[in-house]
């Protein structure tokens, strides 16, 4: 193939691998990013490098599963590991989604709100926009409109460079690791590893590779457009850290949320910055809101044997449109409660999560080994290493997490 | 206490204890060899597991040694060898049943087998249905008596613990993959299969893993093979064609009708159609690349060649006789009358010719067609003069008046269907 054909391939299988990867900068995740850079300044952009290969790992084993067994990451586990195993996880699963789903729904309420519009008016709007768009596309337009989302993040960088760092602190940072055994440093880290590699992620990711119909001979391309979502967005998470760290670790100005974050950068680097920010933190909501609740819906559905799929009917499939319909409105609903403990239940989310994801993992290497499912594409030795150590890490990692949540935020 | 029951589910005896002749416990239960017998499958061996310092050994045993199936199972085999290897065949539960998909042929779905519903007659066990409810898989998890519980409280007359969602195994073809011949082993058989419609069976294929659809695809005869590939969408079509032999794809698109073959042809690359044209039979490779010229959206790329034009000076009972013979693909509902040059004449209705007198002549009853289109017409155009006339087929004439081709009405409402829904039917999203 010539190099034009090569480009060509590329172009055709590009579409799951960067959307879930930008996906997963939703509202939780840039949060926890701006909580980062405002907490902790510049010392924890070091990590970054590592979280980028491990994801990379592992989103790659995950979109290589689902290019060469042709089935989801559920099906593949309830017929390798059955259905006690399969059905627990995807109970779990749905927990942990319903927490990201109230993350997202109150990250589009507080973001219209600092653009001055009533939560309880614009909330419900655009949830049911989304809803509608979702129950009416076709998955072609819906990939393009969420490809086109993904550029909007591009509002990250320039805040990042309206905030003005000081590029010599940050590329010291960015290259020379700087670990601190203390509280806020570790539970951080946990946090940014536990949002940035995502259990439900990986069976959206697989999903979507097979919705594409990617062919076994193109595996390698799409291993690389897998590659390039990550590394997208890992640079979006490093600009929402720099502009933070910049700006209110600097002035020591402590946040909860993402958009105090934008609220608090106007101050001091500018309007646009902050403005910026905000629309940022409204895409990935937005964005986010719309795939996690159908995700849920298709994923548990599957697993039970529900009819599923957007071209069905209310009638033909029940639980499926029911379900859906069920985590948008508790979504929604939800975050309109006054004074209802958001951040509490977001944590409680974040415990599941940690303790959902090693067990994922887990079981993501012992089906990439098996040779009835992956044939020759199966690990390679040196690569099975590095994927047992770093799950090894990131399910110390994960536990870790859970101990710090329960005894920190109770 | 004797269990009496008739019917046993595979959940009750999985990891049940199975004890042996000297009336301690040997193992649990693990598996069961099954052989196609008609009309249900036999338990022709259960599969024991033990642990043993941290490794997993197995016993075969063949159900003559079963003295009763308990649970606990006994069984008084005269020797019992455990070894490390599983033991495989081609057809057992574990393998080929539970939380695996089949395909049920009666509701014309693809399922996941969550529970067996097994016969026992003696100490015989046979499959008798295969449970995909929900119900099943709260069986297997163990979890029934408190769910039963919960939802009777909540809700006595629910559908959940009155109807069990069991199919009736005649419905129901495993995927028995043969890795040889890359087919499955038909289990239902072919009639059966060939009695669901060809888009329902496209629809199944749809559904299936990549790696299933391709051996079910080819297990079916080449007459199921060809209705079915025209009905499926253009990536599975290329993607079943990719991995087909070439005289494979070329008996099948001898097989389709005219119209559908060109919609295919018209996706592969221009050098791949050549070789395929010249493997063909002459005559219908001499057609499709007459159709071929044509622009999908014009009445060109609309017709069919496969329509009966009769010498309007025939008799009708030999028509009659000539709609007898021809093959299944030709549209018989107009019979179009021609002359020497091949020039449209006249059209009769099927109706028409059965209730005229046998010996008048076909000029006699044709009536001149009320309504013709251009092979240059747009498909816009063939519609509205079909829905004008009520045509349920048009003719389509060149410029000398001959007979080139027919349009029918299911070809003009596949281009409206998929013009003007947004949503395409069979698109599954995430």
């Known amino acids: ?410 | 206490m004797k269990d009496n029951r008739v019917f046993i589910f595979f959940s009750e005896i999985s990891n049940c204890k199975v004890i042996g002749p000297k009336g301690v416990s040997i193992g649990k239960l693990h598996d069961l060899f099954l052989t196609s017998e008609e009309p249900l499958p036999r338990v022709s061996h259960i599969i024991i597991k033990k642990s043993y310092k941290f490794k997993t050994f197995y016993a075969v045993i063949p159900t003559q040694k079963i003295a009763s199936i308990g649970p606990p199972i006994r069984v008084t085999p005269h020797e019992i060898k455990f070894s490390p290897n599983q033991p495989s065949s081609d057809f057992t539960v574990l393998k080929n049943l539970i939380d695996k998909q089949v395909v049920d042929v009666h509701e014309r779905k693809i399922v996941r087998v969550n529970d067996l519903h097994l016969l026992k007659i003696d100490n015989e066990l046979r499959v008798a249905h295969v449970d995909i409810g929900f119900r099943g898989i709260i069986r297997r998890l163990g979890l029934q008596k408190i769910i039963d519980k919960i939802i009777k409280s909540i809700a006595p007359k629910s559908k959940y613990l009155s109807q069990e969602k069991f199919i009736s195994w005649k419905y129901i073809q495993p995927l028995l993959l043969n890795p040889a011949l890359g087919t499955i082993r038909l289990t239902v058989p072919q009639e059966e299969i060939s009695k669901i419609p060809p888009a329902d069976l496209s629809d199944m294929l749809i559904e299936l893993d990549i790696y299933d659809r391709l051996p079910f695809f080819k297990s079916l005869d080449i007459k199921t093979k060809a209705d079915i590939f025209q009905e499926l969408p253009i990536e599975i079509q290329k993607s079943i064609s990719d991995s087909l032999l070439e005289n494979e794809l070329i008996e099948i698109i001898h097989e389709m009708e005219h119209d559908k073959a060109i919609d295919f042809l018209k996706q592969l690359p221009k050098a791949t159609v050549k070789k395929l044209f010249s493997k063909m039979d002459p005559k219908t490779s001499y057609e499709l690349s007459l159709l071929l010229m044509y622009e999908e959206n014009s009445a060109g790329g609309l017709m069919t060649t496969e329509f009966l034009a009769i010498d309007e000076n025939m008799l009708v009972k030999d028509c009659i006789q000539m709609i007898k013979q021809s093959s299944e693909e030709t549209k018989v509902e107009e019979i179009y009358a021609t002359d020497e040059k091949k020039q449209l004449k006249g059209v009769a209705s099927l109706r028409k010719l059965l209730t005229a007198k046998p010996d008048a002549k076909l000029s006699s009853i044709a009536l001149p067609p009320p309504a013709f289109v251009h092979p240059k017409s747009n498909f816009k155009e063939v519609a509205y003069l079909m829905h004008k006339y009520n045509l349920y087929m048009i003719p389509v004439v060149d410029e000398n008046k001959t007979l080139v081709g027919i349009i029918s009405i299911d070809d003009v409402l596949s281009k409206f269907v998929s013009e003007s829904w947004r949503r395409s039917l069979k698109e599954k999203y995430f």
């Open chain 1, 1 to 410: 193939m010539n190099f034009y054909q090569k480009i060509a391939t590329l172009v055709s299988v590009i579409g799951p691998g960067i959307i879930t990867a930008n996906v997963n900068n939703d509202a939780g995740g840039i949060a926890i990013y701006s909580l980062a850079g405002a907490h902790l300044g510049y010392k924890i952009l070091w990590s970054l490098i590592p979280i980028c290969l491990m994801l990379i790992i592992v989103q790659e084993m995950v979109s290589r599963m689902g290019v060469i067994s042709g089935k989801g990451l559920s099906d593949l586990i309830r017929e390798k590991y059955g259905v006690r195993i399969s059905f627990y996880i995807i109970l779990l699963l749905v927990l942990v989604n319903l927490g990201n789903i109230l993350a997202n729904f109150s990250g589009i309420a507080a973001s219209v709100q600092i653009f001055g519009m009533s939560k309880y008016i614009f909330l419900p709007i655009l949830v049911f926009l989304v809803w509608l768009i979702v129950i009416r596309g076709t998955y072609k337009i819906v990939e393009k409109i969420f490809l086109i989302a993904c550029l909007f993040y591009v509002s990250y960088i320039i805040s990042g460079f309206l905030a003005k760092p000081s590029w010599s602190e940050v590329m010291k940072s960015l290259l020379i690791p700087k670990f601190e055994f203390k509280l806020p440093y570790t539970t951080m880290l946990l946090g940014m590893v536990g949002s940035t590699i995502a259990p439900w992620m990986q069976f959206y990711l697989q999903a979507n590779i097979i919705e594409k119909g990617i062919k076994k001979k193109d595996v390698s391309y799409s291993k690389i457009e897998v590659i390039l979502g990550c590394v997208m967005a890992i640079i979006i998470a490093f600009f929402i850290i720099v502009a933070c760290a910049s700006t209110l670790h600097k002035e020591g100005i402590k946040i909860e949320t993402a958009d105090q974050a934008a609220l608090a950068l106007e101050p001091l680097a500018g309007k646009y910055c902050s403005t910026l920010f905000a629309v940022g933190l409204l895409n990935a909501s937005l964005f986010a809101a719309s795939i996690l609740p159908l995700s849920t819906a298709f994923c548990l559905c599957e697993s039970i044997g529900w009819e599923v799929g957007l071209n069905k009917s209310f009638a033909e499939a029940p639980q499926f449109y029911s379900i859906y319909t069920l985590l948008i409105v508790l979504g929604a609903g939800i975050v309109m409660i006054p004074n209802f403990p958001l951040i509490k239940v977001m944590f409680f989310s974040q415990v599941i999560n940690g303790f959902l994801l090693p067990i994922i993992l887990f079981l993501i290497i012992f089906l990439i080994n098996d040779k009835d499912i992956m044939g020759n594409y199966t690990n390679s030795k040196t690569y099975n290493i590095i994927c047992h150590v770093s799950v090894v890490l990131l399910g110390l990692l994960g536990l870790l997490n859970i101990l710090f949540a329960i005894f920190v935020h109770s």
